[in-house]
């Protein structure tokens, strides 16, 4: 038997589209056999390599009804019928939703010794079978839901998981940024908007070879839903704009691009531009909002729905939904409920604004307040700063890019960061005061214990597994 780490909910590999196998050789076959020991092992009726962190496109299902599948380059070739049904997943386990599918479906797969076959099921095995492909397209189950369904449920994932670091079953993984675009999309699709198509960013290379190229997870669920994506290196360009005229949008939705937009493209839509932006404005303007807002200390922030114009963050705003920070909350799950928060807001803003029944209200520039990006030098731990302030920079770039101090000349970035209890003693800034049972280093005041780390070129790990490998001892300092 040959079972395999199982990744969890939040873990980057969940989210990628699965790469199609060229060869179905030893390595292939060794997938297959330790996808269906380690499901079976979980007691599951189906599972994709990306659970189990591989990104080939291969699959298995086996539900106890006309045996066991092999899904290799998987293609839905048929789908008839309709049924709404309990999921759950082996990546999100004790969540349940109900998700509706196909009653019978026909796929083209290739099977162990290379050829194209047909496969057709029905009930339960069709289910299965679109679940895990859904897996190699980086979809969970959970997207398939309302967001109001959606949102209670990760809520609830969210309070299961507390306490428990990392997104794989005996391994701790780097925690992924959420995408902010794709709730907001993917209830403009649920709510039946025409959407007439998406523009994004091209797909970019990604990690540390840089070979592969990757498509922004907006792009992933457009396709699946079969929505026209377009990837212009600039949104200001003739083509875009042209092509954008003739589709004739209504309206334009802006949510994370990353781009600054030109008079002539906020004239495109016949009705505006409107923009999902994470902080109740005018306050914390700008590209980091949510960092900032965490960083800060505020106790409370938002989203504002606006409508674009050729300023900063400065145009009419058209809906705001408040909401409280908590004192322990990261930047990154923070975001997580402004995404799905920002979402709901869209979709109440439009449907106000079909109906004719929105208020522009003007924004108070001298209120502002601004958020710039977030420099290197300005994610540096400075050991001098009281302990709530440092605990605040280092949950305000958790996960990305991460708090960063150096020993020896070495970075090494500090995550989960708590109160140490007491203060801090009479002891150089930086030194490592504590190792057993918490890991806690002294502050211009008081002292900080922190859970998590990531040694330079290592990933993310618990403080206590770094002390006990080849971490610092008590009496080390950080600079």
């Known amino acids: 038997m ?5 990744h ?4 980057p590999v969940l989210r990628q589209r699965a790469t199609e196998v060229t060869e179905v050789d030893g390595a292939v076959r060794q997938l297959v056999t330790d996808l269906f020991d380690t499901m079976r092992d979980e007691q599951g009726v189906g599972l994709a390599a990306n659970q189990i962190g591989e990104t080939r496109r291969v699959a298995v299902v086996d539900t106890g009804e006309d045996g066991a599948v092999v899904l290799i380059n998987p293609e839905i070739i048929e789908q008839e019928g309709q049924d709404k049904s309990e999921e759950g997943c082996l990546s999100i386990p004790e969540i ?8 019978r479906i026909v796929i083209e797969t290739t099977s162990l010794e290379g050829e194209r076959v047909r496969v057709e099921a029905n009930a339960l095995r069709a289910r299965a079978i679109l679940h895990e492909i859904d897996h190699l397209d980086g979809i969970l189950f959970l997207d398939h839901l309302s967001p109001l369904k959606r949102k209670m449920l990760q809520a609830k994932w969210k309070k299961m998981r507390k306490g428990k670091t990392g997104y794989i079953k005996e391994v701790n993984p780097t925690p992924v940024r959420p995408n902010f675009a794709v709730p907001s999309l993917r209830a403009l699709l649920g709510e039946a908007f025409d959407v007439v198509a998406v523009v994004t960013q091209p797909d970019r290379p990604r990690g540390r070879s840089r070979s592969a190229l990757h498509a922004p997870p907006v792009k992933l669920v457009a396709q699946s839903e079969g929505v026209p994506v377009l990837q212009p290196e600039s949104p200001n360009t003739p083509e875009l704009l042209d092509g954008l005229r003739k589709l004739a949008p209504d309206v334009g939705v802006v949510v994370a691009y990353g781009h600054i937009l030109k008079a002539e493209m906020l004239a495109v839509p ?25 960083i800060e200390g505020l106790e409370e922030t938002g989203v504002t729905i606006m409508r674009l114009d050729e300023g900063m963050d400065t145009g009419p705003m058209l809906l705001k939904v408040p909401t409280p920070i908590a004192t322990d909350e990261t930047a990154g799950e923070l975001e997580e409920r402004l995404a799905e928060l920002g979402a709901l807001a869209l979709v109440e803003a439009l449907s106000l604004m079909a109906a004719d029944a929105l208020t522009e209200e003007t924004q108070d520039s001298a209120l502002a307040t601004y958020a710039p990006k977030l420099t290197q030098e300005m994610a ?3 050991w001098e700063a009281p302990a709530v302030r440092i605990a605040r920079l280092i949950r305000g770039l958790d996960p990305k890019p991460g708090a960063w101090t150096t020993l020896n000349g070495q970075r ?5 960061p708590r109160p140490a209890g007491f203060p801090s003693p009479a002891s150089p800034l930086g030194e490592i005061i504590e190792t057993d049972p918490a890991f806690v280093i002294s502050t211009g005041d008081g002292a900080l214990q922190l859970l998590d780390v990531q040694p330079e070129g290592k990933p993310r790990m618990a403080a206590a597994e770094w002390l006990r490998g080849s971490g610092p001892a008590r009496g080390a300092q950080f600079a």
């Not at 040959?2 to 199982?6: E, V």
């Not at 969890?8 to 873990?11: A, F, K, N, R």
């Not at 349940?96 to 009653?103: K, P, S």
């Not at 090494?412 to 989960?416: A, C, D, L, Q, Y």
């Open 8 to 11: 969890l909910l939040g873990s």
């Open 380 to 382: 540096r731990i400075r």
């Open 412 to 416: 090494v970035k500090m995550f989960g």
């Open 96 to 103: 349940y939703g109900d998700v509706v599918r196909a009653t």
């Open 2 to 6: 040959s079972l395999r780490s199982l």
């Open 270 to 294: 016949s009705r505006g531009l409107v923009n999902v932006h994470a902080s109740l404005l005018p306050a914390l303007r700008g590209a980091a909002p949510i960092r900032h807002a965490v």
